[in-house]
């Protein structure tokens, strides 16, 4: 069965909810993991005052027993204390569109000229979900060696040069963990704060740069046989689905256009020494590639750069129309945050992260855990003894 899920909920309705479907018998659900996921998603230099109201914490509903999973859905929910859907004075009608918004198309699509409805499941309150199934996903990616490594890159003329490595993401997570601004150096992140605190002083927003590496990936997960089944095709839906990316990068993404293929391709050389690691002994010297090659996973990292523009709602508005007058306004104000980059590279961490979980279960399959393991074992040990002999 293959891996997916759903999510629904309104960002002022009760809560968020995450229907997970696809998962073997037999994982151990981390809940502090995901938890903690959760958490990470709401913190940031920039955020709005909805997330000293909230403490994200997921509950399971169903799929689960005594801890580890039984083989059906498992549904998340995570509870909005901020609930006030149905009460109209708090949570009035717009009819004011905020550019850069779902508001607009939205208010069309459903022929109403209330943006609320629109705007309360576009909101980005929604992440919480995905944040909580791709953590869920990470409990078994983990149980394979598999980890994913999310931080800010870049924003307006910050741009941190540390480069992450197999060897050092360990340490890097400390100074992450540190950083306001989700950053991985010190320097970058105080530039960066200053700059998101400028936004606010001018009632203006910030977007920028995340990536996302995922470390112990094994060789062949995806397919080059369908075009909507390669790896990287999914991984890049998953990312754009993010509410507010405009742009997804696997590996040297852009950069590429702007050199000749024996600058861009990943050199390959076998060392025997390291056919223990996910690519099986087969060592690129460089990871241009980001890991996938052909819709398949290359056995190297899979890196992944998503782009967040700055968030739409502005406290100095922006020149809009009124959907009943047709009047020339400014856009409609809504508490909401100067900037979530830092959330947005938690919640691509683990959308990036589901995704490598279902190319990983389509590969290695099976009901139960057992079976995946005694799978993912044999599998990668004929694959060790290439080439095979008949
Ligand atoms: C959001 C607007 C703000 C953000 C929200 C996304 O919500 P509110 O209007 O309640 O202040 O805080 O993000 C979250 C609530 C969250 O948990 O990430 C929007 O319009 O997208």
């Known amino acids: 069965m293959t891996l997916r899920y759903i999510t629904a909920g309104e960002s ?6 995450a229907v997970i479907e696809g998962l073997p018998a037999g994982l151990t659900v981390d809940t502090a993991f995901i938890d903690r996921e959760l958490q990470r998603r709401q913190a940031g230099y920039g955020r709005g005052g909805r997330q000293r109201m909230e403490t994200d914490a997921a509950e399971i ?5 005594r801890g580890t999973t039984m083989g059906g859905p498992v549904t998340l929910r995570i509870l909005n204390k901020d609930s006030r859907l149905d009460d109209a004075v708090k949570t009035p009608s717009v009819h004011q569109p905020r550019p850069g918004h779902a508001d607009l198309a ?22 919480a979900a995905r944040v909580a199934a791709g953590a869920l996903a990470r409990c078994l990616l983990r149980e394979f060696g598999i980890e994913c490594f999310g931080f800010v890159r870049a924003s307006l003329d910050v741009r941190c040069t540390v480069e992450v490595t197999c060897d050092n993401w360990h340490n890097l997570r400390a100074v992450r963990d540190a950083s306001d601004v989700g ?3 010190e320097k970058s992140s105080q530039q960066l704060i200053d700059h998101i605190h400028q ?12 990536e996302t590496h995922v470390f112990g990936v094994p060789i062949g997960l995806g397919t080059c046989v369908q075009w909507n089944q390669r790896l990287d095709s999914r991984i890049a839906a998953a990312v754009m689905g993010i509410q507010a990316f405009k742009a997804v990068e696997i590996g040297l993404g852009r950069e590429c256009a702007f050199r000749t293929g024996s600058n861009v391709h990943d050199p390959i050389v076998f060392d025997a020494s390291k056919r223990g690691e996910s690519h ?21 990292p899979v ?20 959907l009943n007058t047709k009047a020339a306004v ?37 009901d139960s855990m057992v079976q995946l393991r005694a799978s993912h074992a044999a599998t990668m040990d004929l694959a060790r003894r290439l080439p095979l002999q008949a």
């Open 280 to 300: 099986l002994g087969f060592v690129r010297s460089t990871n241009n590639a980001g890991g996938l090659e052909g819709g398949m996973t290359n056995g190297m």
């Open 61 to 65: 509903l169903s799929g689960v027993m």
């Open 199 to 210: 936004a606010k002083m001018d009632k203006d927003t910030v977007g920028g740069l995340v």
């Open 183 to 185: 950053m991985l150096c």
């Open 12 to 17: 002022h309705g009760p809560g968020m909810i």
């Open 330 to 366: 400014t856009s409609a104000y809504e508490r909401s945050d100067i900037s979530a980059i830092a959330a947005a590279s938690v919640v691509m961490e683990n959308v990036v992260a589901f995704e490598i979980a279902s190319a990983f279960l389509e590969k290695f399959g099976g």
């Open 303 to 322: 890196v992944v750069t998503g782009t967040m523009k700055p968030i739409s709602t502005l406290l100095r508005g922006l020149p809009s129309v009124d």
């Open 106 to 127: 939205g208010s069309v699509k459903w022929l109403t000229t209330d943006c609320r409805a629109t705007l309360e499941r576009a909101s980005a309150r929604e992440t």
